[in-house]
């Protein structure tokens, strides 16, 4: 492009920041070449594959743009944009600034420099911005909406409220806005709002699964769980076989004690996603609950099938086959569970507690070994490890150990948990056989 004398100018007037009347020659110098239709035609054209998304396509159009008038502030905002978009943060943040400096006066200027430090990590800067740019353009949907996200983001959600509901009746038809609004309801807790402003989003985009999903998830929250399953058959209607909506489902029916609801679900799921490793196991627990002891351990086997170092599906058969009982191949399984989980408690403590009932000593010993790696494996309020460290003392005579690890149980677990009864029930029988010898 020929660069006139009043270009030349223009550019000087913009380099010594004397952005106004750097406009006004750039404009001139447009007018005097019979180019400013052309420039204008451009710029809705980069607009127009910006906003459709077509990033590749709007790039160039604005270097264009840039060459013929770098006065312009939309095109420092567009350029912005792309390079948010591409994670160019640092030219981002060098066209951001360019496009305030240009438009000091229009928020969504200060809105793009706001999302800049957002990207950067600057929650501080970022709102600093955000709130300028809402206070620049009231009516300026961006301004409203990014000032209520990133509120909501930084831990003040009771504050994004407002601006959120602004952005909303900016524009009414924006799920996106519903959705982020009843994010910022859910987590200032206020749930009845949260679950309006999510069902309008649905509403809005019913084959968004997001929409559907968190929906559901503030129901279950509120433990509304027949609202929940309902909410997610509809969008499983409207979406297809979604296996985040799958699984949701599932553990709303097991909330409502459905458990062959359940399994229908998980199912459907492994339909969609054959691979996915939590759904046989989820199958393969919920069959054990109703008994259905082949389906149950064919559910773990088709999981060892894709993945064979699988611990859980390892371990649930070690459960299984306890359950039979079949003592070889609970064992068997468990010491799989083992090899593939060395640094997991349950089953160290499960194939120890198969391993007490036994009448080896070699094996009862075992189990001492095995509990005392667990020990430090379990969570701190779990005492089935302490219990069965008393039981495997017990089976070997070493009652001083077993009461000892009994009476710890009593003085640290709460009365009412299931292993402190059973402790105390030990203590009893222990000091009993003692007392008659």
């Given at each position: 492009?020929?660069?006139?004398?009043?270009?030349?100018?223009?550019?000087?007037q913009?380099?010594?920041?004397?952005?106004d009347?750097a406009?006004?020659?750039?404009?001139?110098?447009?007018?005097?070449?019979?180019?400013?239709?052309?420039?204008?035609?451009?710029?809705?054209?980069?607009?127009?594959?910006?906003?459709?998304?077509d990033?590749?396509?709007?790039a160039?159009?604005?270097?264009?743009?840039?060459?013929?008038?770098?006065?312009?502030?939309?095109?420092?905002?567009?350029?912005?944009?792309?390079?948010?978009?591409?994670?160019?943060?640092?030219?981002a943040?060098?066209?951001?600034?360019?496009?305030?400096?240009?438009a000091?006066?229009?928020?969504?200027?200060?809105?793009f420099?706001?999302?800049?430090?957002?990207?950067?990590?600057?929650?501080a800067?970022?709102?600093?911005?955000?709130?300028?740019?809402?206070?620049?353009?009231?009516?300026e949907?961006?301004?409203?909406?990014?000032?209520?996200?990133v509120l909501?983001?930084?831990g003040?959600?009771?504050d994004?409220?407002?601006?959120l509901?602004?952005a909303?009746?900016?524009q009414?038809?924006?799920?996106?806005?519903?959705?982020?609004?009843?994010?910022?309801?859910?987590?200032?807790?206020?749930?009845?709002?949260?679950?309006?402003?999510f069902?309008?989003?649905?509403?809005?985009?019913?084959?968004n699964?997001?929409y559907?999903?968190?929906?559901?998830?503030?129901?279950?929250?509120?433990?509304?769980?027949?609202?929940?399953?309902?909410?997610l058959?509809?969008g499983?209607?409207?979406?297809?076989?979604?296996?985040a909506?799958?699984?949701?489902?599932t553990a709303?029916?097991?909330?409502?004690s459905?458990?062959?609801?359940?399994?229908?679900?998980v199912?459907?799921e492994?339909?969609?996603?054959?691979?996915?490793?939590q759904?046989?196991?989820?199958?393969?627990?919920?069959?054990?609950?109703t008994?259905?002891?082949?389906?149950?351990?064919?559910a773990?086997?088709?999981?060892l099938?894709?993945?064979?170092?699988?611990w859980?599906?390892?371990?649930?058969?070690?459960n299984?086959?306890?359950?039979?009982p079949?003592?070889?191949?609970?064992?068997?399984?468990y010491?799989?569970?083992?090899?593939?989980?060395?640094?997991?408690?349950k089953?160290?403590?499960n194939?120890?507690?198969?391993?007490?009932?036994?009448?080896?000593?070699e094996?009862?010993?075992?189990?001492?070994?095995?509990?005392?790696?667990?020990l430090?494996?379990?969570?701190k309020d779990?005492?089935?490890?302490?219990y069965?460290?008393?039981?495997?003392f017990?089976?070997?005579?070493?009652?001083?150990?077993a009461?000892?690890?009994?009476?710890?149980?009593?003085?640290?677990?709460?009365?009412?948990?299931?292993?402190?009864?059973?402790?105390?029930?030990?203590?009893?029988?222990?000091?009993e056989?003692?007392?008659?010898?």
């Open positions: 492009m020929v660069q006139s004398e009043l270009y030349r100018r223009g550019a000087e913009l380099k010594a920041g004397n952005y009347e406009k006004r020659l750039f404009r001139e110098h447009e007018e005097k070449a019979g180019t400013a239709a052309q420039t204008m035609a451009l710029m809705r054209q980069a607009q127009t594959r910006l906003g459709q998304g990033v590749a396509g709007a160039p159009l604005y270097e264009q743009l840039l060459e013929r008038n770098p006065s312009l502030p939309e095109v420092y905002l567009g350029l912005t944009r792309i390079s948010l978009f591409t994670g160019e943060l640092e030219a943040r060098v066209h951001a600034n360019a496009g305030v400096r240009l000091p006066t229009a928020g969504i200027a200060w809105a420099l706001g999302l800049v430090h957002e990207s950067e990590g600057d929650l800067g970022a709102l600093q911005h955000l709130g300028k740019a809402t206070e620049l353009s009231p009516s949907f961006l301004c409203q909406f990014n000032y209520g996200r909501a983001a930084s003040r959600a009771a994004g409220i407002a601006p509901l602004q909303t009746r900016l009414s038809s924006n799920p996106d806005a519903f959705y982020t609004l009843g994010i910022a309801y859910k987590q200032a807790r206020q749930y009845e709002n949260a679950l309006r402003a069902e309008r989003a649905k509403d809005l985009a019913p084959k699964v997001d559907w999903a968190t929906l559901g998830d503030v129901l279950f929250e509120v433990r509304e769980f027949q609202a929940a399953r309902a909410i058959d509809q499983l209607a409207r979406c297809g076989a979604h296996p909506l799958l699984e949701k489902a709303a029916a097991m909330m409502l459905d458990t062959e609801g359940a399994i229908s679900y199912e459907r492994l339909q969609v996603v054959p691979d996915h490793e759904g046989w196991i989820n199958l393969a627990n919920l069959t054990l609950l008994k259905d002891f082949d389906k149950s351990e064919k773990a086997r088709e999981l099938r894709r993945n064979p170092k699988n859980e599906a390892w371990f649930h058969l070690g299984l086959f306890e359950a039979v079949l003592e070889k191949e609970s064992e068997e399984a010491r799989k569970a083992v090899e593939f989980a060395p640094g997991n408690w089953p160290l403590t194939l120890a507690g198969l391993l007490i009932q036994m009448t080896s000593r094996k009862n010993t075992e189990a001492v070994s095995l509990l005392e790696k667990a430090p494996l379990a969570p779990t005492w089935v490890v302490h069965n460290l008393a039981l495997a017990t089976k070997l005579g070493n009652r001083e150990r009461l000892e690890m009994a009476r710890r149980i009593l003085r640290e677990a709460p009365a009412d948990d299931e292993m402190a009864v059973q402790a105390r029930r030990l203590e009893s029988n222990l000091l056989a003692a007392s008659r010898k």
